[in-house]
């Protein structure tokens, strides 16, 4: 049982890292990003090219980070002469020509995919228990980092630049800068999930970034709430451990996601926890008088 828990469990997490990467992007920054899958998997093939070649673990890792980084810094750019209709079917696009890339470049292995050795921890074989750790230290990590962003200058800037990015402009904030620099910050993360999950699977092939799991990333976001850290992480882990709840019905995930998010977007735009959330208004009340009542 506990195998199996580990199992899920450290998939669960490296989508966690995922939606919260994208959530930096799209939730803090208002960006329209609907390709995320396609960082996930520059990240996730630098990873494997390298560890083919012998390559630390840890300094796969930091490729893979650095290198979807670079690609989104120029995705960043890209998207200055964008409106946000137009940059999402950019990233799109982006994403099936990723896709295309990895399965016919012979770097990436073509239609055969790649296998990847799984790294040494202490002198053994790193298991999905190890994974599933070391991806929860990184959630950790990130959750913290875009705590102090929030509460920082950048965050303040993000804050405005989502809400009306021309006023932003007017207050002298430099809003193509951080834009870019968002969008960095973001495809970084989402390339070092992509190292991990390359390690963690032991093979990868251009199927396993395709643009449903964009729309898997992005209902994550979504359906947990947008703008916040506590959303990505419950979607997360409602939409990573959904499916084992839904073997029975293998052919229409696809399906349920697809209501699940129009649904969501219909009736509780913020989703589940996000600002203005029904759910999270109960919690304040019932936790404000469980407080009047203690004092």
Not at 106 to 127: C, D, Q, W
Not at 207 to 229: C, E, H, P, R, Y
């Amino acid at each position: 049982m506990s195998a199996y828990f580990f199992s899920i469990g450290a998939t669960a997490a490296i989508f966690i890292l995922l939606a919260l990467s994208l959530n930096i992007i799209t939730g803090y920054a208002g960006q329209a990003m609907m390709g995320h899958a396609a960082f996930f998997g520059i990240g996730a093939y630098t990873a494997a090219i390298l560890n083919g070649m012998g390559v630390n673990f840890w300094l796969c890792l930091l490729a893979a980070l650095v290198m979807a980084g670079v690609c989104g810094a120029v995705l960043g750019v890209i998207s200055l002469r964008l409106q946000a209709d137009f940059l999402a079917i950019t990233t799109i696009g982006i994403n099936f020509v990723m896709v295309a890339l990895f399965n016919n470049l012979k770097i990436t292995g073509g239609s055969l995919g790649l296998n990847v050795r799984k790294p040494m921890l202490f002198g053994a074989r790193m298991t999905n228990t190890h994974f599933f750790v070391l991806t929860v230290i990184l959630i950790v990590i990130v959750c913290l980092l875009t705590v102090k962003m929030r509460r920082s200058w950048f965050g303040m800037a993000l804050a405005s630049i989502n809400n009306d990015a021309a006023a932003a402009r007017s207050f002298g904030i430099d809003v193509n800068r951080y834009q870019i620099l968002t969008f960095t910050i973001g495809t970084a993360i989402a390339g070092l999930a992509g190292g991990v999950y390359a390690h963690r699977m032991g093979f990868i092939a251009s199927s396993d970034f395709a643009f449903v799991i964009s729309i898997q990333i992005l209902s994550m976001v979504v359906i947990g709430g947008i703008g916040t850290i506590r959303g990505p992480i419950v979607g997360g882990i409602l939409l990573s451990f959904l499916p084992e709840l839904l073997r029975f019905a293998d052919n229409y995930r696809n399906l349920v996601y697809g209501g699940l998010l129009v649904l969501m977007v219909r009736f509780l735009p913020g989703g589940l926890l996000g600002e203005g959330s029904p759910i999270l208004k109960l919690w304040r009340r019932i936790r404000g008088k469980g407080v009047g009542v203690h004092e």
